[in-house]
DNA sequence: GAGCATCGGGG
DNA sequence: GTGTACGATGCTC
């Protein structure tokens, strides 16, 4: 038979003539696409009987039925006994197989019901998925199909009737992708309405390709955009072209709550079938909450979803529009255009149009690039947990978790537990535990920081203590057990045998510990992230023990994690002050030492020393050592504040953490007063001219010489003016605008600026445009901007900044005696 | 301050 | 499709 060498991309499965014929869509090695048909694989599940409970008698039964629902028939084909664990018990459970997906529905509520059945259970595994599992298939990495080629109704130019799939190697895909996106015309701002309004243009790029199709001609310079007559042939040309670069990753941002939904909005309106699967199915759109939308056999990733929820937490941005991201990820952002204006450009002024094209395409530009960049993310992430791409980069952690769990499962021989039943996830939501520790910091300068965390804390507490629900208060002698310091209970693990969940998350930390061997040596972004996908799915681990709806949920393991977590830093804390060191800051994993009084490799020398006594795949790390660094106090309590410090590192670099910097609603001017303040108090530890500095950007303020750009706030509507019942200075300018006939509306990001005046700060509230230099007023951003931004900085060193500034309260008693003298 | 509802992203 | 989904934030009582 001939062999085919490939990389799937895709399951799915039909029914035919009451039986499940599984589809592999995927990419030859040679380039081609390729469809892999198998028929061999049949469902099943599995069943638990009670004690006692005859499974001869059991199987007896279950082997005869069948039962005809309208025109499927239902029918257990056959049973098989197997010993297996279930939760750290040896158990003889009974393989249900039947003829096709929907008689696992239909046998797993009737045999749940008997009396002689404890568990049914894998009978909510998705065949699709069970079939990769079962078959050991990974998608994107090289594997061989044996079969005869078959014909069947797919757009694939290999169409094999498979006799044999086999893993080759971990030659991994380097996909092809082309990206998209569309502009829609929109009068009403970010009101958007696809019933109403029509897409204008759409942008594909890819490599060596770039594309703009659109339906208003104007003179360009650019040949790559096109004209059609109508939105319905920009709909059919669109279609055409994915369909002619035939690429293996079609990918947008934000595509699976927009651009696929107003196109299929849009194409019902004409009657145009979005059918680019490979088995010519339209695309589908997600339901409810689940939006993601589907292509048979094509990969289809929004890539915003991925970004914001798997590369989330390394991220600097708080916000996770494109520009953002690719700001941060690329160093590239959108191109700037009125976006209010192309409505009015689309009906009155075609000339104007080429911008917004531009712009069209370069977010297809830097959706393909950010694509580009997770890409080595999401293939490590389909390599440990198996599954499509598409699903792979839509999951949360504690699905890639739960998936990894289950792909491992049937290797150990381990029956999964079933997910939570409603009452139970109530239950579970309630409970709380006590989390991490923090040791509050005394508010401060310091000299000397040297900075330790334990390397993957958590992960290596699971591992390390053999938690699972389990070995959790299993049977074991006493000296096999690891009592953890839970206050006020007794909870322990059995430190043998290894169970499945430590040893899984021992896998991927040993796992990323030799992808950062090798990283030693040579720097390789590939390998990065490869480390970077299994840190965070090892952390992962722990939050999934402690999530309401996990199937190895265990309430009482994942108290374990923090109380051990606990228990580690806070010996620490003790053994460093005990050697003499002054603690200054610690939470959760990391500590942050005084040098005062020692060398850095005293330091160094009690960290190897800790490291000693740990269990063995435990480390405390040497994160940095930091010339200066400054503890600022809580606004609240007055009290250390946590997570709220600058750190000056040996580089000379700089790291923040918790400080105000980047918010959107505040000046420029203040972001920037904080900014150098921090710089001058740290690099130089020069307070007095930092001190100058503020004063003289007070001054500054005080004669309007600071420019206008630099005092407008930005704030964004996030819903319609007459919704808002605090009048704040935003809503009052977004009242201005829509008065003088510009559109706003929730989304709609106001800038404004105060103007001097008696009047309420609202009533003072311009827009730029209608202000000059001159006219704002320097009290407000005096004592509402620059001066909170680094008060608390101040005070730390001693300093009362609006005293010395003569701003705030002395300004009020000014004006007060100002008043009364008159 | 708890409890509920709604954004988020997208033009 | 052997199905189900999060989490931060703002607003109201």
Not at 459 to 482: F, V
Not at 600 to 621: H, S
Request: hydrophobic share 40%; aromatic share 12%; net charge neutral.
């Amino acid at each position: 038979m001939p062999k085919i060498q490939f990389y799937p991309l895709d399951v799915t499965y039909k029914v035919k003539d009451n039986k499940a014929v599984i589809f592999v869509f995927g990419r030859a090695a040679d380039g081609k696409t390729i469809c892999v048909i198998d028929d061999s694989f049949h469902p099943y599940f599995w069943v638990l009987l009670r004690k006692g409970e005859s499974i001869e008698k059991f199987r007896k039964y279950a082997e005869g039925l069948s039962e005809k629902k309208d025109n499927d028939l239902l029918k257990v084909e056959k049973t098989e006994v197997k010993g297996k664990k279930f939760l750290g018990d040896d158990v003889e459970a009974v393989k249900i197989i039947v003829n096709q997906p929907a008689a696992v529905v239909h046998f797993r509520e009737m045999l749940g019901k008997r009396k002689e059945v404890s568990h049914v259970l894998e009978a909510d595994i998705q065949f699709a998925r069970r079939y990769l599992i079962d078959k050991k298939i990974t998608p994107a990495l090289l594997h061989e199909v044996e079969g005869e080629e078959t014909i069947e109704r797919v757009k694939c130019d290999y169409i094999i009737k498979a006799a044999k799939i086999e893993h080759v190697s971990d030659d991994t895909l380097k996909p092809k992708t082309l990206a998209f996106d569309i502009e829609t015309y929109n009068p009403e701002g970010k009101n958007i309405l696809p019933d109403k309004y029509p897409i204008v243009m759409v942008s594909l790029y890819g490599e060596r390709f770039k594309k703009v199709i659109t339906w208003k001609r104007f003179k360009t310079k650019h040949d790559y955009i096109e004209f059609v007559d109508g939105e319905a042939d920009l709909i059919r040309r669109f279609k055409e072209e994915v369909g002619s670069y035939n690429p293996d990753i079609l990918v947008g941002y934000y595509s699976d709550g927009f651009d696929f939904p107003y196109m299929k909005t849009r194409a019902e309106k004409y009657k145009i079938d979005l059918d680019l699967g490979w088995d010519h199915s339209s695309i589908k759109l997600g339901r409810g909450r689940n939006e993601a939308v589907e292509i048979t056999g094509m990969v289809h990733v929004d890539i915003f979803r991925f970004i914001k929820f798997v590369m989330g937490g390394s991220l600097d941005t708080d916000y996770y529009d494109l520009s953002s991201v690719a700001e941060e990820l690329l160093g590239d952002k959108k191109i700037e255009v009125e976006l209010d204006g192309l409505a009015d450009a689309w009906d009155n002024h075609h000339e104007r149009l080429e911008p917004y094209c531009e712009y069209n395409l370069h977010d297809s530009l830097l959706a393909f690039k950010l694509c580009d960049k997770v890409l080595p993310n999401i293939l490590e992430l389909v390599k440990v947990v198996s599954l499509p791409l598409f699903d792979t980069v839509r999951m949360s952690f504690s699905q890639l978790v739960e998936w990894y769990l289950l792909k491992e499962a049937p290797g150990f021989n381990v029956l999964a537990p079933n997910r939570p039943e409603h009452d139970s996830i109530k239950e579970r939501i309630e409970k709380r535990f006590k989390g991490a520790f923090v040791f509050e910091p005394k508010p401060g300068m310091y000299k000397d920081i040297a900075v330790f965390d334990f390397r993957s804390l958590y992960p290596t507490i699971i591992a390390s203590h053999n938690i699972s629900p389990a070995t959790l208060n299993a049977k074991c002698p006493e000296n096999e057990r690891d009592y953890a310091p839970v206050e006020g209970k007794k909870v322990w693990f059995c430190r043998n045998p290894k169970e499945f969940l430590p040893r899984m998350i021992k896998e991927l930390i040993t796992r990323r510990l030799r992808v950062k061997e090798i990283l030693k040596s040579k720097k390789d972004k590939m390998l990065e992230a490869r480390s970077y996908s299994l840190k965070i799915l090892a952390n992962a681990f722990y939050g999934y023990l402690g999530f309401y709806a996990s199937r190895w949920y265990s309430f009482e393991s994942a108290e374990a994690v923090t109380a051990w977590g606990r228990f580690y830093i806070q010996q620490v804390i003790k053994k460093a002050q005990d050697n003499g060191f002054e603690v200054l800051y610690s939470d959760t994993d990391s500590i942050f030492l005084s040098l005062e009084g020692k060398k850095r490799d005293d330091a160094l020398r009690f960290v190897e020393k800790i490291n000693m006594e740990l269990p063995e795949l435990m480390e405390l790390e040497f994160e940095g050592f930091y010339p200066r660094g400054i503890f600022v106090s809580a606004k609240v309590t007055g009290y250390g504040a946590k997570k709220k410090y600058a750190l000056l590192a040996d580089d000379d670099s700089i790291k923040i953490r918790g400080f105000e910097l980047v918010r959107r609603n505040w000046s420029l001017i203040a972001k920037e007063v904080q900014e150098k303040v921090i710089n001058i108090i740290l690099r130089e530890e020069d307070i007095d001219k930092a001190m100058d500095y503020v004063k003289e950007v007070v001054n500054d303020l005080r004669s309007n010489k600071i420019g206008l750009n630099k005092v407008i706030i930005h704030t964004q509507l996030t819903k319609e003016i007459d919704a808002y019942e605090q009048y704040g200075p935003h809503v009052a300018v977004a009242d201005r605008m829509k008065k003088q006939g510009i559109p706003v509306g929730p989304g709609t990001t106001i800038e404004y600026v105060i103007i001097a005046g008696k009047e309420k700060i609202r009533d003072r509230a311009r827009l730029p445009g209608e202000v000059s230099q001159k006219d704002y007023d320097p009290d407000y951003y005096i004592d509402n901007q620059v001066i909170p931004g680094v008060e608390k900085l101040f005070e730390v060193l001693g300093r009362d900044i609006a005293e010395e500034t003569e701003s705030k309260e002395q300004s009020k008693l000014q004006s007060f005696f100002a008043k009364k003298k008159k």
